[in-house]
C-alpha cells in the first residue's frame, strides 16, 4: 500500500502533538496555522475506531484549537473526507479577517488556491 499520510508519519519532525491514537501535523498549504489531524494506524472510516480512540480524538482536537489560538483567527474550520486520500484524517483551517467565508474559503485552502511552499 501507498499511502502519502502513512509516508508522513515516518518523519516524526514534522509532527506537533501526538497522543495513543491522533498525530497533529503543519499542513503542507500555505496558510499560517492549518493542521492535519491524523489517526496513527491506517484506518479510512471513522467507523473502524474504538471508544478509546474518539476520546484521544477530543484531546488532540482540544490541543489543536490551543495551537491554532495562537494564530489569532477568526474561525476555525473542521473538514473530514478522507476520499482523495483514503487514511482517516481531519483538517483543521483557520480562517483569517478579510479572507472569504465558508466553503469558498474551504475549497481554496484545500485546493490549488493556496500555493504549496517551496
Known amino acids: 500500500m501507498n499511502c502519502p499520510i ?12 501526538q497522543n495513543e491514537n491522533w498525530i497533529l501535523r503543519k499542513a503542507d498549504q500555505n496558510l499560517n496555522g492549518y493542521l492535519y489531524m491524523e489517526y496513527k494506524g491506517h484506518v479510512d472510516s471513522w467507523f473502524d475506531l474504538s471508544l478509546s480512540a474518539f476520546e484521544n480524538y477530543g484531546r488532540a482536537l482540544h ?32 480562517r483569517y479577517e478579510n479572507q472569504e467565508k465558508g466553503i469558498e474559503h474551504i475549497a481554496k485552502a484545500t485546493g490549488p488556491g493556496f500555493p504549496k511552499p517551496m
Do not use: D
Open 6 to 17: 502513512c509516508e508522513a508519519h515516518k518523519n516524526e519532525s514534522e509532527f506537533v502533538f
Open 63 to 94: 490541543k489543536a484549537t490551543e495551537i491554532l489560538k495562537t494564530f489569532q483567527p477568526e474561525k476555525m474550520y473542521i473538514v473530514a473526507i478522507a476520499e482523495r486520500v483514503p487514511h482517516l484524517h481531519v483538517h483543521l483551517i483557520p
